[in-house]
């Protein structure tokens, strides 16, 4: 089983059907500013999460839910796709909300409404115990984890101590992605600061060309990928939007692979379908664990890559965060072939 550790929150996205404030411009009554916006199930982790579970990889989910509120419809939802919740832990904070904004391409930008909802109170006592017997009785082979859940304190923290004990152990692999979002940041030389102790404790790390240019400035994906690579990291992997991706290996491998050409709806959960494309291909081929993935071979590596990218791009097809289905992934790479 694959345990995904990180925030399930509520996306408001703009309506499909377009606002009345875009039909009504120009008058002062209030009807006419209202905008219509849907709320959808999101988060990176959760998104990931349930990309695992569509394509066939048993998952579970450890989260903080609120009691009230949306918390336990985030439930359900995470529930209805299969996901395991075991680990998951009731909070009585606020369910933490982010505002969808897209722009004429479909690309899609968030201003988040936290820090104080329950998606980053993290404890350690509430974090499973891994431990060579516990993570067996568990059936965990690896953990995914990333986005906002390791950007704001206390939970960042608590993380970043727990992500560093699995890997002092080995036993379980750990896969990370940044998903950067720089306005929840605030204090970006505190995140670089604490980032490397995360990308050491790290076999596997997707990042986009965004999060690169954020975190280090003019660097070059090749340039980043190696430094990671130095510090321990088995695979890197860079994601470069309508470009693709390229994966570097630390036994020398690389791969890149470009998505097909698609009409985009939005871009809303594109990365995490990535990340779930991944690492789905790498559980169904026998990677997914740290000695296992040692032993990637070139002809592997770009396998995943490619249908990781075509995973994504199917997600962009259609609103929201909506990862595809196994059947629906084969389907969408047999016709593009």
Not at 76 to 104: C, I
Request: overall charge negative; some cysteine; aromatic content about 6%.
């Amino acid at each position: 089983m694959t345990l995904v550790v990180g925030e399930c929150l509520v996306d408001l996205a703009p309506a499909s059907t377009g606002a009345p404030a875009e039909r009504t411009a120009g008058t002062g009554k209030v009807g006419a500013w209202a905008r219509q916006l849907v709320a959808m199930p999101g988060g990176g982790p959760a998104n990931i999460a349930v990309g695992l579970v569509r394509l066939g990889v048993p998952t579970a989910f450890a989260g903080r839910f609120s009691r009230a509120g949306f918390g336990p419809w985030l439930r359900s939802y995470l529930a209805a796709n299969g996901l395991d919740l075991a680990l998951s832990v009731d909070a009585d904070e606020d369910a933490t909300l982010a505002l969808v904004t897209l722009d004429g391409q479909g690309r899609a930008s968030y201003t988040f409404y936290g820090p104080g909802t329950a998606d980053w109170q993290w404890d350690a006592t509430e974090l499973p115990d891994l431990t060579a017997a516990a993570s067996a009785d568990l059936g965990i082979c690896a953990v995914h984890t990333g986005s906002i859940a390791l950007t704001l304190e206390p939970g960042a923290g608590v993380l970043a101590k727990w992500l560093a004990g699995l890997r002092r152990g080995n036993r379980v692999l750990v896969s990370f992605d940044p998903n950067m979002r720089p306005s929840l940041v605030g204090d970006l030389s505190a995140y670089r600061e604490r980032l490397p102790g995360v990308i050491s404790s790290s076999h596997i790390v997707k990042a986009s060309d965004e999060d690169v240019e954020v975190l280090y400035p003019g660097a070059t994906a090749p340039e980043i990928a190696h430094r990671w690579l130095s510090a321990g990291v088995s695979l890197v992997v860079i994601t470069e939007g309508a470009l693709g991706a390229t994966a570097f290996h630390q036994n020398g491998a690389r791969a890149h692979a470009a998505p097909p050409p698609i009409e985009v709806v939005d871009t809303i959960g594109a990365g995490d379908s990535f990340s779930a494309g991944l690492l789905a291909y790498f559980a169904k081929n026998g990677f997914l664990g740290p000695a296992a993935l040692t032993t990637l071979d070139e002809g592997h590596l770009h396998d995943a890559i490619a249908q990781a990218v075509s995973a994504s791009a199917l997600t962009c097809t259609r609103p929201g965060a909506d990862p595809p289905t196994e059947q629906e992934l084969a389907r969408f790479i047999a016709e593009r072939s």
